[in-house]
């Protein structure tokens, strides 16, 4: 009987294991840069941002032409595409810059953010 119980808490807990692993698992194709939605997977690219040099939500390389998304800073009210508040706390998404193989790129602007 004791063995019995624990064969199913130890089938228990490896189930678990694997639901969370597969939960947790981000791949490229999640990361998926949307035109249409202005977002990257499934979070929308405007609102509080995060800049940190480990483990974002975003990889994104800074471009002089052809971005995928054109940037403006702001100050406050960041609820249009493309307007970016930077944070240090309660960030809506983080990013990280790179030089190569970005989820998406983007341009910093001073007017008409947003995707073209």
Do not use: H, Y
Request: with cysteine; proline share 6%; net charge positive.
């Amino acid at each position: 009987m004791k063995k019995f119980f624990i064969t199913i808490l130890l089938f228990l807990l490896f189930a678990t294991s694997v639901n969370l692993q597969s939960k947790t698992s981000s791949s490229s194709s999640d990361k998926k840069f949307d035109k249409e939605t202005c977002s990257c997977g499934k979070i929308p690219l405007k609102g509080k941002v995060k800049i940190v040099n480990s483990f974002p939500d975003f990889k994104v390389q800074v471009v002089n032409s052809f971005p995928d998304l054109k940037v403006k800073l702001v100050e406050s009210f960041p609820d249009a595409c493309g307007k970016w508040q930077i944070v240090e706390s309660f960030p809506d998404f983080t990013i990280q810059f790179v030089e190569s193989f970005p989820d998406f790129k983007i341009q910093f602007v001073e007017s008409f953010p947003g995707v073209r």
